[in-house]
């Protein structure tokens, strides 16, 4: 995954995460954001419109949602990132915790 940080249009940084190991607790977090009836049935664009619609609810679960995934990165950047792809890096990541979830259901059974 990859953030980038804007001047104007100009991206002047890029933080990059190539592998996140998502822990329980964002799990949570994102359960808490999005309902996930809404998120199971979605294709992309929806997921995308869901999370552009719960981003001005949750700010500061985000930004920290964001700091933990790419390290360093600071509120000043994040005021300088463009919120299509901050979305799409949160629908990335609610997939990945479905499939995760699905693959350690479906191990148990």
């Known amino acids: 995954m990859i953030l980038n940080i804007y ?3 100009t991206i002047i940084k890029s933080y990059e995460c190539e592998n996140y ?3 329980f607790g964002v799990v ?3 359960i808490e954001l999005f309902d996930m009836d809404d998120i199971q049935k979605g294709d992309d664009i929806e997921l995308i419109k869901l999370v552009g619609k719960t ?3 949750s700010l500061d679960s ?3 949602l964001m700091k933990d995934i790419f390290d360093g990165l600071t509120d000043e950047e994040l005021r ?3 919120i299509k792809e901050m979305a799409q890096i ?3 990541i609610i997939k990945y915790a479905l499939n995760q979830i699905s693959d350690g259901i479906s191990k148990k059974k």
Do not use: F, S
């Open 7 to 9: 001047n104007k249009n």
């Open 21 to 23: 190991d998502i822990k």
């Open 28 to 30: 949570e977090d994102v």
């Open 55 to 57: 981003i001005p609810k």
């Open 62 to 64: 985000i930004k920290d």
């Open 80 to 82: 300088n990132v463009k």
């Open 90 to 92: 949160i629908v990335t």
